[in-house]
Every structure is written in structure tokens, then in C-alpha cells.
């Protein structure tokens, strides 16, 4: 699921858990529900109250106040801000109004437990707010129009509303949030109110163009982002409407065969409505990363932070993969002296926030991991914030599930710093090893058509899968355009720690291409004594299924024409040998003994990523005419050694 589709899109909070179950095999979705606590009626413990707080325009914001019965203590504040409602969806509806009570109104029962005063607003624009939202608000904008806001401010104002006229509060307040509530928790403590204690920032879109939602490496995320704003439209306010989101209907059973019937982005546009091509035209139209996208990332301006803040991120977050990093180490270069933390685990865009978190399709990680992360790492981490409740273990500045092998760690900063630089080179006949080419004038090649691009997955789909980005690989190593290189068994464990780095040298006969790389976690053929490895309950794969399985560990693109810079793209040179190198992603990761380390490379990820046309053309321009099929080399010779570069930990 991602924040550009829904379902496909999961920034959705009040939608988490119907969005999420939509995109999984159907015993997974039973398994989600049965892992979901039972129904608790919050009107016996907490009372609703909500106002329209003045913004120091005059602008008024909704927001819902949800305040503990209990009046015998004060309670800190923990506050949510969205763009997605702060209403209930109840009856398949959205609705307003005191008497209407989710059935969570915190990150997880124990907050309700414990007693919190519960905020969520509707930020400047959208639903019962007034104002004009703006896509990734800017922080610094000096022709601010008329309701146009800034949210730093607009925090502050809040807070200040809400310590002089809610009762029986402690003066300290937390905020938190989701993907694109991630954002606006992120940006809410930029020279933020003294009485915010405590911030963490989830799955927090930080920059759109640069790893997170629309744009990896130069290349547009299409189906993701198609299917987000088809649902995700801008509205008149304030209203309570859409009361529910619609699905857009591809008129197929798979998004590869709609996508790829209309080819060009052009097309694409215009099999939308006027109104769901408002905010998606912009974000295809602006393909470099030009101001639009500049004036939208928030990272440079997380200053002046003074709260604690806790990070989240999942590893397998189709969504947001960047932004957990990128706020990370933003936030630690810019302001020393406060609690920044990081958590990343084993789990899709928001995962953590209701799943128990054992499993993602086939793949097993043998714990409740979200349970493990709710109670053990969320819940202290505010209590100790607000409250001044001593964790029974203090947190970790990174806590990092290692995959693989299904442990937790804890790091004193990320990457850890006992990670060192090690590269895994391509060789002849698809062979992958530690050692440098001594000799020789050695290339791979396949012929890259968009007529025929790679899917992403192997089964038909029209949302973007949860699963995707552990799915088994086979089917897409039985291609002729899709190179394979593979390591020996390997006889130790080797635990990959960071980033990881593409270093190749490629040609082509077009003058633009893209260049997909993967890396995947090869299990053995067979098992010792015949025995199974442990999976997950009853979404596990019959027994024997995961023999061979090559699980996706870590993919992205990169769009060729922006290998020096995405900000002037440059053509190829047809034939031309060019080094390329860019960031395929953070993974943590134990390749364990007996299985064996592939890298897959090849030029299209479809629908995925958008078609290119492999001619240097404007892409969101391209006519059909521009599509052409291309000769892809991929060199591992002495002078041109093709890689992989990792992070690798030494023996724990």
C-alpha cells in the first residue's frame, strides 16, 4: 500500500486497518482481524468535545478533544494532525459529531489505559477546517496566499489554545502521526512550543520526489501514485465530505495490462476525472527536482527542535522508505543536545500501528514485532516524555529488527558504526563474489523493450501489494531481460547494515534508460533432514514452498538520464560506457548460512515504476513514437567492475 493509492497509498489513519487488509491474501486478512483487541466502548472513560481554534490569521481549525472522566489528576496532551479527517468512520461512512467514538483514539490501548488527552485536528484545508491546503506544505514561502498557513505555527497556535482552555492538562504535550500525519508532526516542531515534550515522526513523507512517494531515483512511482489520486482529491471546506473514498475501476484485472494499454502519461491522465487529475498532473509534470519539490521537502528546515523525538520506519514500507532516514539524520545534525531516536522494523507503511507484526506474505519474522514495539518502545517512550514513568530499559538512539536472522539490535547511531564497506562484484556466467575482475573485457547484455516491460510481481494486481517488496523473485529471473548474478552457499552468515550502493558501468544503444537493481535473499533448494524452516500460522505456504524462494530484500530504480544530478538531466551517448552509482535503500539484513546472494538487474519495473521511453525525450511528454527497444550492457571487466557496495557488521 502506498500514499499515493488507495488502497494502495496507507497514509490513512483512521482507514489503517481496512486499507492494510485489502492489499493481503485473505488468510491474512483473518489473521490481522483475530490479532485485533476486542471492542472497548471509550465513552466510559473519556468524554468528546469539538472546537474550531483560532489561528493567528483568523483562520479556524477543527479539532476533536477527547478528555479522561477522571478528573482527580491532569494528563499531558497527545495530539494528531491530519489531512484525512479527524472524524470516524463508522457504518462505512465518515462522521462528525460528540456522539460518534472510534474505536481507538490513541497509537494503542495502552495510552487509553493510561490516560492521555487525546487531539486530533483536521489540518488548514481539508474536511471542517478552514484555510487552503497545500501538498507538503512549505515550510518557507514568501507568497503565502490568503488561508495558506505554515505548520510550525499553526502547532504552536494550537498548543497555546489548547494549555488555557482544556482542563486538568499537565503542560506537556506529545504528537504523532503516519505518513502524511508523519509530515505534519515533523513539521509542527520546526521552532517548536516549549510545551511539546515529545514527537515521533512515522513513516513521515519528509521528501516526495527524493525516496518517498513519487519519485525513486528519477522515476515516477506510477501505480502507486495513480491509484492514491484517483481517491485523494482536493475539496471545498469546511465539509465533512467524501463520507467514503472511491475506488477507481481499471476495467481489468491487472494494473500491468491497463497501464501498459495506455502506455504514455499522457494517456494515463486522461482516463481521469478533471478533479482527480488536480494534484496528480502537478506531481508528474514537474519530473526533475525542480523548486516545486525543493520548497516541499521538509528536512533542511527540522530546526530548533525541542522535544525528544522517536523516528519510525518499516522495512518494508512501500510508502515512505526514505522519510524515517532522512528525518533521522536531519533532525541529529541540526539539533544536538535532544533524545533522537530511530526504530525501524519489519513491517509495511504503518504495520507497526495495528498488526502484530510476525509475518508479511510468505516471509516469517517468528515474534509479534508491532506488539513487541507498541509496548516496549512507543508507550515508554511518551510516558517517560510526559509523564517522567522510567522506562524499564532505556531506548536505544536506533533499535533496528535485523531480518534473516529475526532479532532485534540496538545501535548507538545508524548506519551502526562497526558496519565497513564491502562490495560484491559481477563476474562471468552470473557469478557474484567478494573479489575485484583481475582481467579480461567481460559484459552481459539483454535488449530492454517497453512493449514488453518486467513486472514488479508475478501475479496480477491492480492496487500496489503489501507483499511486493518480499515476493519471490523467480519470476522474474526466467526473463531474458533480467541479468542475474549469484553467489556460492554461502558457509557463514554475512549481515548487511545500511545502505546499499549500486557501482556499475552500463551502456546502451538509446540515449536514456532506466537501470532497476535488486537484491535478493536466495533459500536453499532443500533443507537439511528435509526439514521446513518455521513459518508464520495459517498464512504460511504449504510445506516445501519456500525451498528456492528468492526473496526481495532491496529494489529501486535509477533513471539514467539523471545518473549526474536530478536536477539537468543528461542523455546517453549511444554505446558509451558510464559509470553510474546511486541509493538503492537501507536494509538490515543476515543472508544465513546456506542460502545464497543474488543481484538482478534489468530496465523496467512496470507498473511499479513508469515506462521509459529510452530516447531523451520529456517523459510526462513522450508520445508512443518514442518508445524503442534498447541494447542494455552491463560491464565486469578489470577496468569496469560492476557492483554491489554494502555495509557489512562483523560477527556479533
Known amino acids: ?223 502507486a501514485n495513480f491509484g492514491f489520486y484517483a481517491s485523494f482529491t482536493e475539496q471545498q471546506n469546511p465539509t465533512p465530505l467524501p463520507k467514503t473514498w472511491a475506488d477507481f475501476d481499471y476495467g481489468a484485472a491487472d494494473a500491468y495490462d491497463f497501464f501498459l494499454k495506455h502506455r504514455t502519461l499522457a494517456n494515463i491522465l486522461g482516463t481521469l476525472t478533471d478533479k482527480q487529475r488536480a494534484l496528480l498532473a502537478p506531481t508528474i509534470e514537474h519530473d526533475t527536482y525542480d523548486s516545486f519539490w525543493q520548497t516541499r521537502a521538509i528536512a533542511p528546515h527540522l530546526k530548533n527542535v525541542k522535544a525528544a523525538v522517536l523516528t519510525v520506519g518499516g522495512w518494508f514500507d512501500a510508502e515512505d522508505p526514505q522519510g524515517p532516514f532522512t528525518t533521522y539524520h536531519a533532525i541529529k545534525k541540526n539539533n544536538p543536545g535532544i533524545f533522537n531516536g530511530l526504530v525501524m522494523g519489519p513491517w509495511v507503511h504503518g504495520g507497526w500501528a495495528r498488526y502484530d507484526g510476525k509475518q508479511l506474505g510468505r516471509v516469517s519474522f517468528d515474534s509479534k514485532t508491532g506488539e513487541y514495539f507498541r509496548q516496549h518502545i512507543q508507550f515508554p517512550f511518551f510516558e517517560q516524555q510526559l509523564k517522567g514513568v522510567k522506562p524499564a530499559q532505556p531506548i536505544a538512539e536506533v533499535t533496528a529488527f535485523e531480518t534473516g536472522s529475526n532479532v532485534w539490535r540496538r545501535y548507538t547511531a ?52 503489501q507483499e511486493y517488496m518480499v515476493s519471490d523473485q523467480r519470476f522474474a529471473a526466467t526473463r531474458p531481460d533480467v541479468l542475474m548474478y549469484q553467489s556460492e552457499v554461502l558457509e557463514e552468515d554475512v549481515t548487511v547494515a545500511g545502505p546499499v550502493t549500486p557501482k556499475l558501468f552500463v551502456s546502451t544503444t538509446g540515449t536514456d534508460s532506466d537501470w532497476v537493481v535488486k537484491l535478493i535473499d536466495v533459500y536453499p533448494a532443500e533443507y537439511p533432514n528435509g526439514e521446513q524452516p518455521a513459518r508464520g500460522n495459517d498464512v504460511a505456504p504449504p510445506r516445501g514452498t519456500m525451498a528456492g524462494y528468492q526473496q526481495l530484500v532491496r529494489g529501486n530504480p535509477l533513471r539514467g538520464k539523471f545518473r549526474n544530478g536530478f536536477t539537468h538531466p543528461e542523455p546517453f551517448v549511444p554505446g558509451k560506457v558510464e559509470a553510474i552509482s546511486y541509493h538503492l535503500g537501507d536494509v538490515n539484513h543476515t543472508f544465513r548460512r546456506g542460502h545464497r546472494i543474488m543481484v538482478q538487474v534489468q530496465s523496467s519495473w512496470f507498473p511499479l515504476v513508469d515506462l521509459n521511453p529510452q530516447t531523451f525525450v520529456t517523459i510526462p511528454k513522450a508520445k508512443p513514437e518514442d518508445f524503442k527497444a534498447a541494447t542494455q550492457r552491463v560491464y565486469h571487466a578489470a577496468q569496469t567492475p560492476s557492483g554491489l557496495q554494502l555495509l557489512v557488521l562483523q560477527a556479533h
Not at 425 to 441: I, M, R, V
Open 1 to 223: 500500500m502506498t500514499r499515493r493509492s488507495l488502497p494502495a497509498r496507507l497514509p490513512l489513519l483512521t482507514l489503517l486497518v481496512a486499507l492494510a487488509c485489502s492489499a493481503l491474501p485473505p488468510a491474512a486478512v483473518h489473521a490481522a482481524e483475530d490479532a485485533k483487541p476486542a471492542p472497548r466502548d471509550l465513552r466510559e472513560t473519556y468524554t468528546k468535545y469539538e472546537y474550531r481554534i483560532p489561528m493567528r490569521d483568523g483562520t479556524k481549525l477543527f479539532t476533536v478533544v477527547y478528555v479522561p472522566k477522571d478528573a482527580s489528576k491532569a494528563y499531558p496532551f497527545l495530539i494528531n494532525r491530519t489531512p484525512y479527517s479527524a472524524g470516524v468512520q463508522a457504518e462505512g461512512e465518515l462522521h462528525y459529531g460528540e456522539d460518534w467514538f472510534p474505536k481507538q483514539i490513541g497509537p494503542s490501548k495502552e495510552f487509553e489505559d493510561a490516560g492521555y488527552i487525546f487531539v486530533k485536528q483536521d489540518v488548514r484545508g481539508r474536511y471542517m477546517s478552514e484555510g487552503k491546503w497545500q501538498e507538503m506544505t512549505p515550510h518557507v514561502n514568501p507568497q503565502r496566499a490568503a488561508g495558506e498557513g505554515q505548520e510550525s505555527q499553526d502547532m504552536y497556535d494550537t498548543m497555546e489554545w489548547l494549555l488555557k482552555n482544556v482542563p486538568n492538562n499537565n503542560g506537556k504535550a506529545g504528537i504523532w502521526g503516519i505518513s502524511y500525519p508523519g509530515f505534519y508532526t515533523s513539521a509542527s516542531i520546526i521552532d517548536s512550543h516549549p510545551a511539546i515534550r515529545a514527537a515521533s515522526p512515522q513513516a513521515p513523507v519528509t521528501d516526495l520526489y527524493m525516496g518517498d512517494d513519487s519519485y525513486h531515483g528519477g522515476a515516477f512511482m506510477l501505480a
Open 414 to 465: 545508524w548506519p551502526p558504526v562497526q558496519a565497513k564497506a564491502r562490495t560484491l562484484y559481477f563476474g562471468p556466467n552470473g557469478t557474484l563474489t567478494w573479489q575485484q575482475p583481475a582481467a579480461g573485457a567481460g559484459y552481459d547484455e539483454y535488449v530492454s523493450d517497453p512493449n514488453k516491460p518486467v513486472p514488479y510481481i508475478g501475479y496480477p494486481a491492480t492496487s500496489v501489494p
